[in-house]
């Protein structure tokens, strides 16, 4: 039973860089896809970068492209996402999911542990 707690969201500009964290407990990244999906006020959650078990990233969301990059740190147990260049439409609560030995879906049906969400603002 993993327990997933997202971080290092925040408020910045148009054009700054976020990076969130993702840290697992009871479980180890090394045997779980993560995904990292962010859900916007009256929208439905949406999928933005996702890594599998063995460590092989799904094609991140056309909108990021590009301006994203996900990553894990084995020794921390720890998943990143770093975003450069933000815009006001990446604005969005964050969540990171996993799902033990799964293959980075970009389908939130899929994964069945999630964190509490980190928010994310950005200013124009």
């Known amino acids: 039973q993993v327990q997933l707690v997202e971080s290092g969201g925040g408020l910045v500009q148009t054009g700054g860089s976020l990076r969130l964290s993702c840290a697992a407990s009871?479980?180890?990244?090394?045997?779980?896809?993560v995904g990292w999906f962010r859900q916007a006020p009256g929208k439905e959650r949406e999928f933005v970068a996702g890594?599998?078990?063995?460590?092989?990233?799904?094609p991140y969301r056309d909108s990021v492209k590009g301006r994203a990059t996900i990553s894990k740190d084995n020794a921390k147990n720890t998943v990143y996402l770093q975003v450069n260049s933000l815009k006001p439409e990446d604005t969005a609560v964050y969540f990171c999911?996993?799902?033990?030995?799964?293959?980075?879906?970009?389908?939130?049906?899929?994964?069945?542990?999630w964190g509490q969400g980190t928010q994310v603002t950005v200013s124009s």
């Open positions: 999911a996993a799902k033990l030995y799964g293959v980075g879906r970009t389908s939130a049906a899929s994964y069945d542990y």
């Open positions: 009871g479980g180890s990244f090394s045997t779980y896809a």
């Open positions: 890594i599998s078990w063995g460590g092989v990233k799904a």
